[in-house]
């Protein structure tokens, strides 16, 4: 079992930064890949980021491109969602979820609580 907490939410305003984290509670953190999902109210948990085990290989959905970036610290087991320029669009409870690097999210197999990002015009 991989317990995630994720941290770093909060309210910003537009064109403001914010730098999520997401913790693990596994000794194995290294062999899995990382995924960030975020959901609107309403709306479906949609991917936003994605890395594999080593850092070497990540992948982005196209709205966030350019603004946000995704890397990890396996010593700390550690994913990180560096988030740049953010827009009101941006605003949701994000997850990450480990076990997968893809944009479904029937391919993770542990998912964190969530944290909020509100993002203010």
């Known amino acids: 079992q991989v317990q995630l907490v994720e941290s770093g939410g909060g309210l910003v305003q537009a064109g403001g930064s914010l730098r999520l984290s997401c913790s693990a509670s596994t000794r194995t953190f290294s062999s899995y890949a990382m995924g960030w999902f975020r959901q609107a109210p309403g709306k479906d948990r949609d991917f936003v980021a994605g890395i594999n085990y080593s850092g070497r290989s990540t992948g982005y959905a196209d709205s966030v491109k350019g603004r946000f970036s995704i890397s990890r610290d396996n010593s700390k087991n550690t994913v990180y969602l560096q988030m740049n320029s953010l827009k009101p669009d941006d605003t949701a409870v994000y997850y990450c979820?480990?076990?997968?690097?893809?944009?479904?999210?029937?391919?993770?197999?542990?998912w964190g609580q969530g944290t909020q990002v509100t993002v203010s015009s």
């Open positions: 979820g480990a076990g997968s690097m893809r944009p479904d999210t029937k391919s993770y197999a542990y």
